[in-house]
């Protein structure tokens, strides 16, 4: 069992939950991602770790209350326990400190684990701006977080409440392409985006296909994807990868599966 130490309400849609796991502390990195259960008869997801403290012996995790699992788990709180915490599960994100100009790019919820990977970065000493987009300026996470790591930080929404009304492109191809990484998480139409400029530039960026895991051991198939040619699982290969390998086509094609519309169920009449 795994203690809840701190929740935080992040918006109506998002939560930031605090776990004692001494384990997955002590040995994660940004990028990686862990494996929970919230009661003993609950299903098994995965969730992307956003921080950890490994002298508190706590990882962060933020998560969008959408299906049944991570609604009954926002239900949890402070000092109460969820069933299983393992991991870390994935491999670490291809943190290279000799890219010493980076740009973070984030999207809806995929601004929880661009923030480590950022964070790590600007430890090392790097030049570290970052876009950050949402629907509204509520949505947009971990704001004064990011405002403490990156040099410069700037705001899209769809409804103009903060920064630029518009997309994180927007922003992307009016800002100087100077630099030697981008790292882009979010929705993969927006990742997609994102490498479609940047490949212009030739700079070089990493992409996280976490949105399209499932089982999180590599054994469901649903995150099978094609890089640089060659089948991939996002959960055991990844979940980052060079975006300008990515087959972004099939990964959206892939998303779509389990929409209510593609859903036949045998027998049916």
């Given amino acids: 069992m795994y203690r809840i130490i701190k929740k935080v309400i992040l918006n109506n849609d998002v939560t930031m939950m605090e776990i004692h796991a001494p384990f997955v502390s002590r040995r994660c990195e940004p990028g990686q991602f862990i494996i929970l259960r919230v009661d003993e008869n609950g299903e098994r997801i995965p969730l992307t770790i956003t921080d950890y403290n490994r002298e508190k012996e706590t990882v962060t995790i933020i998560f969008q209350k959408v299906g049944l699992t991570t609604k009954k788990l926002g239900l949890k709180s402070e000092n109460d326990y969820i069933q299983d915490f393992a991991g870390?599960?994935?491999?670490?994100?291809?943190?290279?400190?000799?890219?010493?100009?980076?740009?973070?790019?984030?999207?809806?919820?995929?601004?929880?684990?661009?923030?480590?990977?950022?964070?790590?970065?600007?430890?090392?000493?790097?030049?570290?701006?970052?876009?950050?987009?949402?629907?509204t300026g509520e949505h947009i996470i971990l704001k004064n977080n990011f405002s403490e790591i990156s040099d410069n930080i700037y705001f899209a929404t769809d409804d103009g409440s903060l920064g630029e009304k518009g997309f994180v492109t927007d922003i992307l191809k009016k800002t100087e392409l100077s630099y030697d990484l981008v790292i882009a998480i979010g929705p993969l139409i927006m990742m997609k985006s994102v490498t479609d400029i940047t490949k212009k530039y030739n700079i070089k960026t990493n992409v996280s296909l976490n949105p399209i895991?499932?089982?999180?051991?590599?054994?469901?198939?649903?995150c099978r994807v094609t890089v640089g040619g060659k089948t991939k699982f996002a959960c055991v290969d990844g979940p980052d990868f060079d975006g300008f390998e990515v087959d972004f086509k099939e990964c959206m094609?892939?998303?779509?599966?389990?929409?209510?519309?593609?859903?036949?169920?045998?027998?049916?009449k």
Avoid: S, W
Avoid at 118 to 130: F, M, N, Q, S
Avoid at 213 to 222: A, V
Avoid at 253 to 268: L, W
């Fill in 88 to 135: 870390p599960l994935g491999n670490p994100a291809p943190i290279n400190i000799k890219n010493k100009r980076v740009l973070g790019i984030g999207g809806g919820v995929g601004i929880a684990p661009l923030y480590p990977q950022i964070k790590k970065l600007k430890e090392a000493g790097c030049i570290t701006d970052v876009i950050l987009g949402g629907k």
């Fill in 213 to 222: 895991m499932i089982d999180g051991t590599g054994m469901c198939g649903g």
């Fill in 253 to 268: 094609e892939r998303q779509t599966v389990y929409d209510e519309k593609h859903i036949c169920f045998m027998g049916a």
